[in-house]
């Protein structure tokens, strides 16, 4: 019986795991991932670094897969990434540390939460194992000082130069040319496409015509320190002669370095016309080539005096009515073409021909020039104020992934579809123009209202519903 029973521990020692083997199982080392954002609390337009560490036992067999990291309001590059290992409780642990630029447009608490990341590493090599390690919520908040709160718009930078160029299409300037004003803003910590727009003022009988931006960012290889510049620049129509002068320009910007509010001026351009010179008359020669002479001019007029005089007339009539006719003619044409070029319907169609020519920059830089004339997001025509306003997951993910093409990881960018950012595009402009027309509207003049009583007395002081 005795040897029975030794025979069934025998086997059972054999069959079940010890429990020193069960407590090594169950201190088998993990990956290990840590998320940090420095610093909580940042100036708007000014960058926060979000930091994420993964480790893994022994080695990693494939790089990490991590999300884009998107924020929305917020500008997101990646920065460079590291190697990096560790020695813990006897264990060998090799990874990557991951950085990301956050730089806020508005003031706010930001947010980076429900993110995840993968990770493949050697658990017991050859054996390889792969695990999805949910990322910790880490939030941030972007300010604008005190100081700087009459800034419109805001910027903010550790360094920021500005200078103008004036391009004449003559030296000695006459009606009919052209003047281009050209406004280069160069900074140092801050995205190109937070740099503040130049609104070039309009002149009386000067028409203007402003070009499309050009930005552009540089990153330092060494030191992921980004370089932005912002070109604005626009054409001045000569028509008439006469003294001009186009308004000076003042940038106001916070110095992140100073911590103040410093200012650049440039200079107005004045502008001297003179008329265009007309053509030299040549008199007429007549069949046998002698010139006409003063006593055969008299002679003629004096056999024809009645023609003359209906010829007279008639040239006096011309003269007096056909340039004021030509005047306003063309005065109306500029009038309109003005009017049309400031119009949203203009905006739009430059909208829809860059989305349909697939250009990512194009597309979302006139995105966000046509928001200001469909008026339906003020006072913040930005792209997160009209995905806010139009409700539509769908714009929100194409507007989105067309964010993370310019500005995330330029490795691996979010795909857009033009197809269906125009159509949901024009859809909430469908949407949205009534509501922008309404927000519009005026009342009538008071003196087309008639005087004595009025119907506003019957409600007192509350509106009737619409």
Same mark, same amino acid.
């Given at each position: 019986m005795?040897?029975?029973?030794?025979?069934?521990?025998?086997?059972?020692?054999?069959?079940?795991?010890?429990?020193?083997?069960?407590?090594?199982?169950?201190?088998?080392?993990?990956?290990?991932?840590?998320?940090?954002?420095?610093?909580?609390?940042?100036?708007?337009?000014?960058?926060?670094t979000?930091?994420?560490?993964?480790?893994?036992p022994?080695?990693?067999?494939s790089?990490?897969?991590?999300?884009?990291?998107?924020v929305?309001?917020?500008?997101t590059?990646?920065?460079?990434? #590291?190697? $990096? /290992?560790?020695?813990? +409780?006897?264990?060998? %642990?090799?990874?990557? *540390?991951?950085?990301?630029?956050?730089? =806020?447009?508005?003031?706010?608490?930001?947010?980076?939460?429900?993110?995840?990341?993968?990770?493949?590493?050697?658990?017991?090599?050859?054996?390889?194992?792969?695990?999805?390690?949910?990322?910790?919520?880490?939030?941030?908040?972007?300010?604008?000082?005190?100081?700087?709160?009459?800034?419109?718009?805001?910027?903010?930078?550790?360094?920021?130069?500005?200078?103008?160029?004036?391009?004449?299409?003559?030296?000695?300037?006459?009606?009919?040319?052209?003047?281009?004003?050209?406004?280069?803003?160069?900074?140092?910590?801050?995205?190109?496409?937070?740099?503040?727009?130049?609104?070039?003022?309009?002149?009386?009988?000067?028409?203007?015509?402003?070009?499309?931006?050009?930005?552009?960012?540089?990153?330092?290889?060494?030191?992921? #320190?980004? $370089? /932005?510049?912002?070109? +604005?620049?626009?054409? %001045?129509?000569?028509? *008439?002669?006469?003294?001009?002068?186009? =308004?000076?320009?003042?940038?106001?910007?916070?110095?992140?370095?100073?911590?103040?509010?410093?200012?650049?001026?440039?200079d107005?351009?004045?502008?001297?016309?003179?008329?265009?010179?007309?053509?030299?008359?040549?008199?007429?020669?007549?069949?046998?080539?002698?010139?006409?002479?003063?006593?055969?001019?008299?002679?003629?007029?004096?056999?024809?005096?009645?023609?003359?005089?209906?010829?007279?007339?008639?040239?006096?009539?011309?003269?007096?009515?056909?340039?004021?006719?030509?005047r306003?003619?063309?005065?109306?044409?500029?009038?309109?073409?003005?009017?049309?070029?400031?119009?949203?319907?203009?905006?739009?169609?430059?909208?829809?021909?860059?989305?349909?020519?697939?250009?990512?920059?194009?597309?979302?830089?006139?995105?966000?020039?046509?928001?200001?004339?469909?008026?339906?997001?003020?006072?913040?025509?930005?792209?997160?104020?009209?995905?806010?306003?139009?409700?539509?997951?769908?714009?929100?993910?194409?507007?989105?992934?067309?964010?993370?093409?310019?500005?995330?990881?330029?490795?691996?960018?979010?795909?857009?579809?033009?197809?269906q950012?125009?159509?949901?595009?024009?859809?909430?402009?469908?949407?949205?123009?009534?509501?922008?027309?309404?927000?519009?509207t005026?009342?009538?003049?008071?003196?087309?209202?008639?005087?004595?009583?009025?119907?506003?007395?019957?409600?007192?002081?509350?509106?009737?519903?619409?």
């Amino acid at each position: 019986m005795r040897g029975w029973i030794g025979s069934i521990a025998l086997l059972l020692a054999a069959v079940l795991p010890s429990q020193d083997d069960r407590a090594q199982q169950a201190a088998a080392p993990e990956p290990i991932v840590q998320v940090t954002i420095d610093p909580p609390r940042v100036v708007v337009g000014q960058q926060t670094t979000l930091a994420i560490s993964t480790m893994a036992p022994n080695y990693m067999t494939s790089p990490p897969e991590l999300p884009g990291f998107q924020v929305r309001n917020a500008v997101t590059r990646q920065l460079q990434s #590291v190697n $990096t /290992s560790d020695q813990r +409780d006897g264990v060998s %642990y090799a990874g990557v *540390r991951f950085e990301y630029a956050i730089s =806020p447009q508005e003031p706010g608490s930001y947010a980076v939460a429900d993110q995840s990341v993968k990770i493949k590493y050697a658990a017991e090599p050859p054996a390889t194992r792969e695990v999805t390690i949910a990322l910790p919520r880490v939030s941030f908040e972007a300010f604008i000082p005190d100081a700087a709160g009459p800034l419109q718009p805001f910027v903010s930078a550790s360094s920021l130069t500005a200078e103008q160029e004036i391009q004449r299409s003559s030296v000695e300037l006459k009606a009919g040319d052209a003047v281009i004003r050209t406004v280069t803003i160069k900074a140092e910590g801050t995205p190109a496409m937070l740099l503040p727009p130049q609104q070039f003022l309009a002149v009386d009988g000067l028409p203007l015509y402003p070009a499309q931006p050009k930005l552009e960012d540089r990153i330092d290889g060494r030191t992921d #320190v980004m $370089t /932005s510049t912002r070109v +604005d620049s626009a054409t %001045y129509m000569l028509e *008439r002669a006469g003294e001009y002068s186009l =308004p000076a320009i003042e940038i106001g910007w916070w110095s992140t370095a100073n911590r103040k509010v410093e200012r650049i001026h440039l200079d107005a351009v004045p502008l001297a016309v003179a008329a265009s010179a007309g053509a030299m008359s040549q008199m007429p020669i007549d069949r046998s080539g002698r010139a006409w002479t003063w006593s055969g001019i008299r002679d003629l007029v004096a056999d024809h005096w009645l023609i003359a005089l209906l010829a007279a007339v008639i040239a006096a009539g011309l003269g007096l009515v056909a340039p004021r006719v030509i005047r306003r003619i063309a005065a109306d044409h500029r009038r309109r073409h003005e009017a049309y070029r400031r119009s949203e319907i203009f905006a739009f169609n430059r909208l829809r021909r860059a989305i349909r020519h697939r250009d990512a920059r194009a597309s979302y830089f006139t995105l966000l020039e046509w928001l200001p004339h469909l008026n339906a997001t003020p006072p913040s025509n930005t792209a997160g104020a009209f995905k806010a306003v139009a409700g539509d997951p769908v714009l929100d993910h194409q507007i989105g992934a067309l964010e993370s093409a310019l500005f995330a990881n330029r490795r691996d960018p979010a795909s857009w579809s033009p197809r269906q950012l125009l159509h949901h595009v024009a859809a909430a402009r469908r949407s949205l123009r009534p509501r922008a027309r309404r927000c519009d509207t005026t009342g009538l003049p008071q003196h087309l209202n008639p005087v004595g009583t009025t119907n506003v007395a019957a409600y007192g002081s509350k509106k009737p519903a619409r």
